[in-house]
């Protein structure tokens, strides 16, 4: 064990002799790990936030079915819905897009009683009931610089005049960043739908869906409907984030394309002095399997550091920088710089995959051409 020891103090010892190689390859192994990490903590991190929603919603979601699609579900039936035994509460809801001017925008109706809690988390205050108030994103206020007691029009309603009464907070996160929030009423108007809802969220006593669907079953008769239940809307989610699995594959191809100079680098491309001290090394009586040691303790403190680097310029470059540039891959339609709080997540795992793949990088870098010098008499490798 003392053996080792002396190698671990002598590869550090080295690493500051060559300090210029030293930075050169820590600096391309941050350049490759840095968009890895910061791309899996923003990824985890939008992922966990978007499932808020989903795990704070109903249980099942009701709509009709149209060619195969969600199709809107007429009022009539709601009271008949909301009265099924097992179901606890009913919420429905008109949830469309639109364009404000040139921003697309989503459109959210529901009863301000409905409203979720994290709905809450605003300046100003909540719409009023049958008013046409509405409750703006962060994202939507900054980039047409509307404030409380503005008012505005839409292209699909060009006649109808909104009032800001409140703005969602920056750190609301990402679902209410291009949101607009409304009365039930005033979204029926808005897209020519009233006495329809788009869905209708149902809460219900565990163990009595089954049931319920029945009871559905019986109300809309012959109507053809949907009923989806939280699994399914949360497969949804994970699969829509399973599709964002091409911009890794984009990060792993730059990362090796950056990891090149690294291992021209590591492994003393067009240099002699790690020859010439693998030849003093075996003058001195060292064997091969020591000196391959050496290198190794080298390049673990170097992949080591780099990791650590790395992690902590992704952790900085989302709490200072709030996710720039790189937040645009994973949260459509955000721009470069972010209107609100992009959410992330670190985990150890990444951090410690981050560290074998630099790891790895640089030993395939150094590992064979310290061999062959080892393995070669002293005097031709000291040449």
């Not at 029009?153 to 750190?171: C, D, E, L, N, Y």
Request: hydrophobic share 50%.
């Amino acid at each position: 064990m003392k053996r080792h020891i002396e190698f671990l103090v002598l590869a550090n010892k080295n690493l500051a002799r060559n300090r210029t190689k030293t930075i050169v390859v820590v600096l391309c192994l941050v350049a490759i790990l840095f968009p890895f990490i910061t791309a899996i903590a923003i990824s985890e991190g939008v992922w966990s936030h978007s499932l808020i929603s989903v795990e704070k919603g109903g249980d099942l979601y009701l709509t009709l079915d149209e060619f195969g699609k969600n199709a809107p579900i007429p009022a009539q039936y709601f009271e008949k819905i909301k009265n099924i035994y097992g179901v606890t509460r009913a919420v429905p809801r008109i949830i469309g897009r639109g364009f404000l001017q040139n921003k697309l925008a989503v459109i959210v109706g529901i009863n301000k009683e409905d409203t979720p809690d994290f709905f809450h988390s605003i300046t100003g205050r909540l719409f009023s009931a049958g008013k046409e108030e509405v409750v703006i994103g962060k994202g939507l206020a900054d980039y047409f610089k509307l404030n409380i007691g503005d008012k505005f029009s839409m292209q699909t309603q060009k006649r109808k005049t909104f009032t800001v009464v409140g703005i969602f907070s920056a750190k609301s996160g990402i679902w209410s960043s291009n949101l607009i929030l409304m009365s039930l009423e005033v979204a029926g108007e808005l897209f020519n739908a009233k006495g329809m809802f788009s869905d209708i969220q149902l809460f219900t006593l565990p163990g009595h869906n089954s049931e319920i669907a029945r009871d559905i079953l019986e109300i809309l008769k012959d109507k053809p409907y949907r009923l989806q239940d939280k699994q399914i809307v949360r497969n949804y989610f994970n699969r829509g984030f399973a599709l964002k699995g091409g911009i890794f594959t984009v990060l792993y191809l730059l990362a090796f394309a950056l990891g090149i100079p690294a291992v021209l680098v590591a492994s003393g491309f067009g240099l002699t002095e790690r020859r010439r001290e693998v030849g003093i090394l075996k003058a001195t009586g060292w064997q091969t399997t020591e000196i391959l040691e050496l290198i190794s303790f080298e390049q673990l403190l170097i992949s080591l550091i780099g990791a650590v680097l790395a992690l902590l310029l992704s952790f900085l470059w989302m709490k200072v920088f709030n996710g720039a540039i790189i937040s645009q891959f994973f949260i459509a339609e955000i721009g470069m710089l972010p209107k609100f709080t992009v959410p992330a997540k670190f985990l150890p795992l990444p951090t410690v995959i981050a560290f074998f793949l630099s790891f790895i990088i640089t030993m395939v870098g150094c590992f064979y051409t310290t061999w062959r010098a080892a393995t070669v008499p002293p005097v031709d490798s000291m040449r």
